[in-house]
C-alpha cells in the first residue's frame, strides 16, 4: 500500500495560515511575536491538538508537536520550518514547511500508520529576522549558535524586547532552549530562486547551503569641481568604485560554476551632479559551496580593490563583517530525499541553496536535509510569492516518503 | 608714470567683507537677501560713495556704482561679481571680483585718473543661487536670458519670495533690469579649479566658458536573491551603471583634451546587500568648449548607455535637463587682459573658465573678459577657500590695467 498526502487538504492549509495577516496584495504580514504570530500560533496548535499531538514550547518560543511512535527510547524525527514572515512576504516561505509536517502527520493518522520514532512538528521563532536582528533566532539557540541571553533581551525599532513579546503572546514556555534532542531534521521550502523552474524540475535535492562572506568597501578620494577638475588632477571615489563593481561582478565567471558574487550597496558622496564624489561606500557578497573557492575569492576581492584604488589615488577600507561557512546536510538524509522523489517520478535536480534556513543550524546539532520546490519567477520576500498547488503537494509526498524511510532503515 | 592699486588696502577690504556672514571656520554664510547681504551692500555703498561714486539699483536689487568719466556720451566700462556667498562658502568667490573694482576706483582718485568712459562697479543680485535658484540670477534677468516676473516670484525653502526679500532689504531698485547698457565688463574671480595653482601661474586670462550638457540616467534591472539567482539569470542594475560610470569617465579620453566628464550621483535601490539591484538612478555631466565636441560626446554617451543596457538586460531612460552653450568672451576685452598681464610680467595661462560666473550672462550683452588668480588645491564653494595676498593684488594689478586699456584704445 503507498499511503498518500492529500494535496488539497494541505493547500487549504495555506490559504487558512495565509488569512492570519494577510496584505491586500495576497501575501503576509506577520512578523515574529506580534499579534499575528500569536494567532497563527494558536491556530496551529489546535490543529495539531487535534491530531493527537502533544504540544510544548521552549523559552525561545520554539514550539514541538510531538505524535508518539511505536518506541518511546527513540529520538524525533523533525519536521519544521518558520510560521513568521517578512513585512511585505508571501505565503509560501517557511509555512509550508511547518503546514507539510502537519499534512505528514494528518496523513499518518488517517491511515494508521504508527512509526517507530516520534514525529515532531516544529514551528522555529523569529527565522525572517524583520523585527528582531538577525535571522533565525530559535533554530539559532536551539544549536547552540546563538547566545539565549542575547536574543532573549533583543530589542525591535520601537524599543521592544524579545522575551517580554514572547511572554506577551503567551508563548515562552519552560523547557530549556536546546535541551531537546532530535533524531533527524527535514525541512521543506520553496527555493527561492529561479532554477527549479528555469530547468522545468519539481523536487530540488538539497545537498548544503553555500556558504557566504560579507564585506563593507569605503573608498576615499577628493571632492572636486566638476567643471574645473582635469580628468588628470582628480581622485573619483566613484570611478574606482565602478571599476570595483565590475571586478566583482567579473570574479563569479572568473571563479567559475558555484560562485554568486553581488554589490548591492552604492552610496556616494556628496552626491551632486556637479561634483565628483570624495566617498563610496559600497557592499560585496561572495557565496560559494567551498570554503576554498571563497578564500581565493576574498583574496582576489584585495588584490583588484588594492589595484584599483591605487590607480585611482584613492583609499580604502575593506572590512569582513560576516562569514557564514558552507553546510554540507547529513548524507543519509539527503539520500533518503532523492529515494522518495526517485519513487514518486517527480523531476529532480541536485541543488545547493543559496539563503539561509533553520536547517542550517538545525545541522549542527541533527542529521538534516531540505527539499526544495520552486517557487513563480524565482521570488520570494515578497507578496506576489506563489506556488503551485501540485508542486506544493509532490514537496509533501516527497517530504513524508522520507520520514518513512528514515523510520524504517535510519541510523 | 605707472599707477598701482594697493594690495594691502584689497586685502584688508577683503578681511573687512569677510566679517559680514563669518562662519567659524573662517568661511562666509551671505545668502542672497538675507540679513548678511544687507548689511554687506550697505557697507559697499557707504565706501563707494566715499569714493564720490553715484550708487543706483535696478528692480532686481543689481548695484551699480558709478565714477564718471571726461565723456558723458559713453557707456560705462563695468567691472563686478556679486557678494553674496554659498551657505558654507569662501570669502573671495565673487567678493575678489567686486571689492577689486572697489579698489581700482580708489586708485584712480589716489592718482587723480580721470578716464574717458565712466566706470561702474557691480554687484550681481543673487549669483550662487544656494537659496533661491538658479544661479546667477541678477545678471540672467539683466541679459535678458531669465525672466524678470518668474525670478521676482520664486521663492527659497522656506516660502519666502524674491521680490519681498529684496524689498525687505531695501535693496529694489527703480531702475528696469536690463536697461543700462555698458560698454564692456571685466570679472575678476579666483579659478576654483586647480589648474594655475598646480603650473605655478598668477593669472589666468579666460578666453571662455566650456558648455555644459546635464543628464539623468535611470536604470531598471529585476530586483533579486543574491544567494539564489545565478550570475546568467541576473539583470544587475548596479552592473550596468558601474559599466557605464566606467564608460562615462573613458569617454573624456576618448575626445581628448577640452573634455571633462562626471558621474556625481549613484543611487542603486533597494540599496540592500543581499540584493541584486532593481534600479539605479544616475547623472553625467559632460563639459567641453565646442559644440561640435559635446555633439559628439552625447552621441558617444547614448551608444554606450544602450549597448551596456542591452547587454545587461536593462531596460534604460536617458533626458538631457541642461544645455548650456560655449561662451567665447570678447578678443579685444580677452586681449586687453593678456597685455595688461605680460606688461606687468605675471606668469600667465590662457584658461577657459569650467565654472558659471555673472560674465557668462553679461557676455550676451556686453563686449566681456575675465581673469582668474589661483585659488589654494583648487577649493571653492568652501569655508577654507583661500588665495594670496599676492595673486589678489596681481589680479586687481591686471583689472585695473585691462580697464585702462579698454578705455584708451576700445572700441
Not at 538545525?362 to 536535509?369: I, K, N
Amino acid at each position: 500500500m503507498t499511503i498518500k498526502i492529500n494535496p488539497a487538504r494541505l493547500w487549504n492549509d495555506i490559504i487558512e495560515s495565509g488569512k492570519i495577516g494577510a496584505t491586500e496584495k495576497g501575501g503576509l504580514c506577520r512578523l515574529a511575536l506580534s499579534e499575528e504570530d500569536r494567532r497563527v500560533r494558536e491556530w496551529f496548535v489546535e490543529a495539531c491538538r487535534a491530531e493527537g499531538c502533544e504540544v510544548r514550547f521552549d523559552e525561545l518560543g520554539n514550539l514541538f508537536a510531538r505524535r508518539a511512535g511505536h518506541r518511546t527510547d527513540l529520538h524525533p524525527i523533525a519536521i519544521g520550518s518558520h510560521l513568521d514572515s517578512q513585512p511585505t512576504g508571501g505565503k509560501f516561505d517557511g509555512i509550508l514547511g511547518v503546514l507539510a509536517g502537519l499534512e505528514v502527520v494528518r496523513t499518518f493518522n488517517e491511515h494508521g500508520i504508527k512509526t517507530e520514532h516520534p514525529i515532531e512538528i516544529i514551528d522555529w521563532t523569529n527565522e525572517e529576522g524583520a523585527r528582531f536582528a538577525p535571522a533565525m533566532q530559535g533554530s539559532g539557540v536551539f544549536a547552540g549558535v546563538l547566545d539565549k541571553e542575547t536574543i532573549l533581551s533583543c530589542q525591535d525599532r520601537e524599543g521592544r524586547v524579545f522575551g517580554e513579546e514572547l511572554e506577551r503572546i503567551g508563548f515562552r514556555g519552560d523547557d530549556a532552549c536546546g535541551d531537546h534532542p532530535l533524531d533527524s531534521y527535514f525541512e521543506l521550502h520553496i527555493e527561492q530562486g529561479p532554477i527549479l523552474e528555469a530547468e522545468e524540475k519539481v523536487i530540488g535535492v538539497v545537498g548544503g547551503v553555500q556558504g557566504m562572506r560579507w564585506y563593507d568597501i569605503t573608498l576615499k578620494g577628493r571632492a572636486s569641481h566638476a567643471g574645473t577638475t582635469p580628468m588628470k588632477m582628480r581622485r573619483d571615489a566613484s570611478v574606482a568604485a565602478a571599476e570595483i563593481i565590475v571586478a566583482v561582478n567579473r570574479l563569479a565567471q572568473e571563479i567559475g560554476e558555484g560562485a554568486l558574487t553581488t554589490t548591492g550597496v552604492i552610496e556616494a558622496y556628496p552626491n551632486s551632479r556637479n561634483v565628483v564624489p570624495s566617498r563610496v561606500f559600497m557592499t560585496a557578497d561572495l557565496r560559494h559551496t567551498r570554503v576554498d573557492a571563497l578564500d581565493r575569492m576574498e583574496e582576489r576581492l584585495k588584490e583588484v580593490v588594492a589595484a584599483i584604488c591605487l590607480q585611482h589615488q584613492v583609499s580604502e577600507t575593506l572590512d569582513r563583517l560576516w562569514d557564514s561557512p558552507p553546510v554540507q546536510f547529513d548524507v543519509e538524509c539527503v539520500d533518503a530525499v532523492r529515494e522518495a522523489a526517485k519513487r514518486g517520478h517527480h523531476p529532480l535536480r541536485e541543488i545547493t541553496s543559496g539563503a539561509g534556513h533553520d536547517a542550517v543550524h538545525v545541522s549542527r546539532v541533527a542529521p538534516t536535509a531540505m527539499i526544495f520546490i520552486p517557487c513563480k519567477d524565482g521570488i520570494s520576500h515578497n507578496e506576489i510569492e506563489s506556488a503551485t498547488p501540485e508542486h506544493v503537494g509532490a514537496g509533501a509526498s516527497v517530504l513524508l516518503e522520507a520520514v518513512l524511510e528514515r523510520d524504517h532503515h535510519g541510523s
